[in-house]
């Protein structure tokens, strides 16, 4: 595994301009079809299991006023890229594709590129850094030499698209099953069926808030997942599911379903967020039918991440036609300096 050598390569980290467009979109084409070392955080995008949709790799046209994106530049040619997605409302950052192309320098050139985004971040203000990638090629061990922890894994699951999706449930169905569409007043129940499910040392690197919850569907997608970028393309839903009778104070849920159908040129998107006790398979095909019932095209398959903790099971993602594809790692950094206890400080430190 090779490591990065700080101070080879002799170019120069700057923001991308309007008249890179055309190397920045050749530059990511080559980096797809490339050697590994070279493609976008090293995840599997090429394989004939996923056809014609590229994991995290998305088109130059499709940035959001929020993005952010530099580019190494060796002598006025573009050998390497870097590009994130801001969410305004916490001060976060999300690494969603990065790139370089220099042979030996390819190492060096990524890693100049974190370490200007992280400086750039922390002077605009940015409170976390979050990045998911492949644990290869060294993406991880360079991630954590900018300073990255890493706190979990998510299983990548697919669908492919020839197997047909299961008939979508009547009103009647899912009303019994108590799932519904989530409302602005399930706020404080999202937040403690996230609490309920997610252990605790990755709910405080996370640092959800009760407003973060209240904005969700709005501005903010939650819980977080490695396929981030994807949702900006879809249509994403999110579902709940009651506790019988209410739960103990008439407003407990077991379960959450987030649904993205897609309009382009890739997979739908699912993910299920239950309690340990909660059966996850008819979830799972209430989710996939409001998927049949919201397309009529059948060539974009379903991607679904899972971590260890959140319910579905390897046995009931097999069970509806999935297989297990890759594994994403997943790192932050923090800018922010964590207080055990309040203190006062001395008059006249600074």
């Not at 994130?84 to 999300?94: I, K």
């Not at 009651?242 to 987030?258: H, I, R, S």
């Not at 409001?290 to 959140?310: F, K, Q, S, W």
Request: hydrophobic fraction near 40%; charge should be neutral.
């Amino acid at each position: 595994m090779r490591e990065p050598r700080i101070g080879r390569a002799a170019g120069k980290v700057r923001a991308a301009r309007l008249t890179d467009l055309p190397a920045l979109g050749e530059l990511s084409r080559l980096c797809q079809s490339d050697s590994p070392d070279t493609r976008s955080l090293g995840l599997p995008v090429s394989g004939p299991r996923i056809g014609m949709f590229s994991l995290f790799r998305l088109p130059l046209g499709a940035f959001r006023p929020n993005d952010l994106l530099f580019v190494y530049d060796n002598q006025r040619r573009l050998a390497g890229l870097v590009r994130v997605e801001r969410e305004a409302s916490r001060d976060e950052w999300t690494v969603v594709e990065l790139d370089a192309i220099g042979h030996q320098d390819a190492g060096d050139i990524r890693f100049r590129l974190v370490q200007h985004l992280l400086r750039d971040g922390s002077k605009r203000g940015a409170q976390r850094f979050h990045v998911a990638c492949a644990d290869a090629v060294g993406n991880v061990e360079l991630f954590m030499q900018a300073g990255f922890v890493r706190y979990g894994d998510e299983t990548l699951w697919f669908r492919p698209p020839g197997r047909a999706l299961p008939v979508p449930w009547v009103e009647r169905q899912a009303t019994a099953a108590g799932i519904r569409l989530a409302a602005p007043t399930d706020s404080v129940a999202l937040m403690r069926l996230y609490s309920a499910v997610t252990p605790m040392p990755v709910q405080r690197l996370e640092a959800y808030r009760l407003s973060d919850w209240e904005r969700h569907g709005i501005s903010l997608r939650l819980p977080r997942s490695s396929l981030a970028p994807i949702l900006r393309f879809a249509d994403v839903e999110t579902y709940v599911q009651a506790a019988p009778g209410g739960g103990k104070d008439g407003t407990e849920l077991t379960a959450l379903v987030q649904l993205g159908v897609a309009k382009e040129d890739q997979p739908h998107y699912l993910k299920i967020m239950a309690r340990p006790e909660v059966d996850t398979a008819p979830l799972m095909d209430f989710g996939l039918g409001v998927i049949a019932a919201a397309t009529d095209r059948r060539d974009h398959g379903v991607l679904t991440p899972i971590r260890t903790y959140e319910g579905p099971t390897p046995g009931c993602m097999e069970e509806a036609g999935f297989e297990a594809i890759a594994t994403v790692t997943l790192l932050l950094k923090e800018t922010l300096v964590r207080v055990a206890e309040p203190a006062l400080a001395p008059v006249g430190v600074r």
